[in-house]
C-alpha cells in the first residue's frame, strides 16, 4: 500500500506561481519504477488531467490547457513529485491530486493509476 500526500496550494492572483508537492511513502513501495500524474477537479466538473511523466523521467504529458505554463518533475531520492505551475488563470482553480501507475507510464487515463493523495486546493484569483 502506498500513501500520498500533496503540499503547496493556496490562494494566488492570477499570473502568478504555485509549486504542488507530492510525497509519496510506504512498504515496498519502488517509487522510482512508478509512474507519476498530476490531476483535478474543479467544482461541478469532471476530473481532468494535468500532467504526468514516465518512470525514466524522461517522457512527459500535458493537457493542451497548461502546456507551457506547467511543469511536471520528480526526485527519486526523495520519493517526491512536483508541479510547476506559472501564469496560473482563474480557470486553473481546482482540488489537484497526485496519483501513481504502477506500469510506469505516463497515462492521460485516471483509470490507469493505482495510487491517489486527497488533493491540494489551487484558488487563482482574478
Known amino acids: 500500500q502506498a500513501q500520498l500526500v500533496e503540499s503547496g496550494g493556496g490562494l494566488v492572483q492570477a499570473g502568478g506561481s504555485l509549486r504542488l508537492s507530492c510525497a509519496a511513502s510506504?512498504?515496498?513501495?519502488?517509487?522510482?519504477?512508478?509512474?507519476l500524474g498530476w490531476f483535478r477537479q474543479a467544482p461541478g466538473k469532471e476530473r481532468e488531467f494535468v500532467a504526468a511523466?514516465?518512470?525514466?523521467?524522461?517522457?512527459?504529458n500535458y493537457a493542451d490547457s497548461v502546456k507551457g505554463r506547467f511543469t511536471i518533475s520528480r526526485d527519486n531520492a526523495k520519493n517526491t513529485m512536483y508541479l510547476q505551475m506559472n501564469s496560473l488563470k482563474p480557470e486553473d482553480t481546482a482540488v489537484y491530486s497526485c496519483?501513481?501507475?504502477?506500469?510506469?507510464?505516463?497515462?492521460?487515463?485516471?483509470?490507469?493509476?493505482?495510487?491517489w493523495g486527497q488533493g491540494t486546493q489551487v484558488t487563482v484569483s482574478s
Open positions: 510506504g512498504r515496498s513501495f519502488r517509487f522510482r519504477y512508478y509512474g
Open positions: 511523466i514516465n518512470w525514466a523521467g524522461d517522457g512527459t
Open positions: 496519483a501513481v501507475e504502477k506500469r510506469g507510464g505516463s497515462s492521460r487515463s485516471a483509470v490507469d493509476y493505482d495510487y
